[in-house]
């Protein structure tokens, strides 16, 4: 198993900044991918940024491309989201996730990711 805390969400201003970090702890895998999801009240979970175990390809959704920045440290097992230029429809919970297998440019459904944080709520005022 996997277990998955995300940390850092909070009450921000439009045009400021967040990082969300997420501490992965329990099985570790190699080959693995690790990525941010997040989803608004009445919304469906929608995908953010992913990042290989390697740390080599990183995928973004277009709306925050430029904007967000997912990396990782595997000597802690941690991933972040670096959040710039915040926007009133970023307002959502944010949830970490990790799956096993490899990472492409398609994986961007929930049902893609096999272990999940509780979320950590982001609320971006205008």
């Known amino acids: 198993q996997v277990q998955l805390v995300e940390s850092g969400g909070g009450l921000v201003q439009a045009g400021g900044s967040l990082r969300l970090s997420c501490a992965a702890s329990?099985?570790?895998?190699?080959?693995?991918?690790m990525g941010w999801f997040r989803q608004a009240p009445g919304k469906e979970r929608e995908f953010v940024a992913a990042?290989?175990?390697?740390?080599?390809?990183?995928y973004y959704t277009a709306s925050v491309k430029g904007r967000f920045t997912i990396s990782r440290d595997n000597a802690k097992n941690m991933v972040y989201l670096q959040m710039n230029s915040l926007k009133p429809e970023d307002t959502a919970v944010y949830y970490c996730?990790?799956?096993?297998w490899g990472l492409g440019p398609n994986t961007v459904r929930p049902d893609d990711y096999g272990y999940w944080g509780q979320g950590t709520q982001v609320t971006v005022s205008s």
């Open positions: 996730a990790a799956r096993v």
């Open positions: 990042i290989t175990w390697s740390g080599e390809r990183m």
């Open positions: 329990g099985r570790t895998f190699s080959s693995g991918a």
